[in-house]
Nanobody, 121 residues
Framework: QVQLVESGGGLVQPGGSLRLSCVAS????????MDWYRQAPGKERELVAG???????NYADSVKGRFTISLDNARNTVYLQMSNLKSEDTAVYYC???????????????WGHGTLVTVSS
């Protein structure tokens, strides 16, 4: 089994910055890609940003130019640097990992429990 644990959420004023972290741990695995999703109250979960092990990234249009995703493969950690935050960025942010088991070579998909980001003055 693989566990994902997010951290770094909190309350920030509009225009401020936060950095989210997500650490993967557990059974032997290799990372193929990791993503950040978010879910605001009353809305569906949406993809915010993703990164592959090769370093290819993609972003939701609403966060382009403000958010940066990065991956430290040695630490099994993905980061989301968020800048110029807006009230509409308020949501629970979830980490998702696309992994391969080193033991069975099976594909693994893991989710964290989320971290709350609140942007408010």
């Amino acid at each position: 089994q693989v566990q994902l644990v997010e951290s770094g959420g909190g309350l920030v004023q509009p225009g401020g910055s936060l950095r989210l972290s997500c650490v993967a741990s557990g059974s032997a695995f290799s990372i193929n890609a990791m993503d950040w999703y978010r879910q605001a109250p009353g809305k569906e979960r949406e993809l915010v940003a993703g990164i592959t092990i090769e370093g290819d990234t993609n972003y939701a249009d609403s966060v382009k130019g403000r958010f940066t995703i990065s991956l430290d493969n040695a630490r099994n950690t993905v980061y989301l640097q968020m800048s110029n935050l807006k009230s509409e960025d308020t949501a629970v942010y979830y980490c998702n990992a696309d992994l391969t088991s080193a033991l069975s070579a099976r594909a693994l998909d893991a989710w964290g429990h989320g971290t709350l980001v609140t942007v408010s003055s």
